[in-house]
């Protein structure tokens, strides 16, 4: 069972380049989301989508674009890439609500903006 | 919005201490999710909390939330290195937008 499966694992652009961040769940799973990972702080949403077609923000969604045209599929999208968005970005999903459903997170991915 | 803290933000211990790590919210909280991140990998749900004061237990892993549902807790009785990692808590903001905490990132010492 592959769950949730995000590429590339790691990535170095340059400021100003633009990339997509894939995600892909073979789960059926109605909700996917976009979290990034600091040191010191947590974990912290970017985007969430409640099912296909409809997307919404989440904390630090700045810099980002997502679409959801498919239940599998959720990328991520940076149109210009800033050193402020190094991190490491986990894609996640649960089969109904993101509140009250335990998440499936993908292995991530390392991106480095110099 | 809301906000989720966790305390302390790391942590280590001797192989075979007990360990804890307290979650704290600015909100009431329907429920509240614990999840671990084992070093280079990815977080991994543990345990759900619902009810007021709940207590529940994984081997060797208790788990607590408050009678106010504003903060929870993980405690661990004699650690042992496969306990190395980090300790997330998260809850809901509203139906759709989990919130997780800052992290306790435990080391454990042969």
């Known amino acids: 069972n592959a769950g949730v499966t995000q590429t590339p694992k790691f990535q170095v652009l340059k400021t100003g380049q633009s990339m997509t961040l894939q995600c892909a769940q073979d789960m059926n799973h109605e909700y996917m989301s976009w979290y990034r990972q600091d040191p010191g702080m947590g974990l912290r949403l970017i985007h969430y989508s409640v099912g296909a077609g409809i997307t919404d923000q989440g904390e630090v969604p700045n810099g980002y674009n997502v679409s959801r045209s498919t239940t599998e599929d959720f990328p991520l999208r940076l149109l210009s890439a800033a050193p402020s968005q190094t991190s490491v970005y986990f894609c996640?999903?649960?089969?109904?609500?993101?509140?009250?459903?335990?998440?499936?997170f993908g292995s991530g991915t390392q991106l480095s903006v110099l | 919005g809301q906000q989720v803290m966790q305390i302390p933000q790391y942590q280590h211990v001797q192989e075979g201490e007990d360990f804890t790590t307290y979650c704290n919210s600015s909100?009431?909280?329907?429920?509240i999710q614990w999840y671990k991140q084992r070093p280079g990998g990815h977080p991994v749900f543990l345990i759900q909390l619902v009810k007021s004061g709940e207590v529940k237990k994984q081997k060797r892993l208790t788990f607590q939330f408050g009678e106010a549902k504003k903060n929870s807790s993980l405690h661990i009785t004699a650690t042992q290195t496969t306990d190395v990692g980090t300790y997330f808590c998260?809850?809901?903001?509203?139906?759709?937008?989990?919130?997780f905490g800052t992290g306790t990132r435990l080391q454990v010492f042969p």
């Open positions: 996640a999903s649960s089969s109904r609500t993101g509140g009250g459903e335990k998440l499936f």
């Open positions: 909100t009431t909280l329907s429920n």
């Open positions: 998260a809850g809901p903001e509203n139906t759709d937008k989990l919130i």
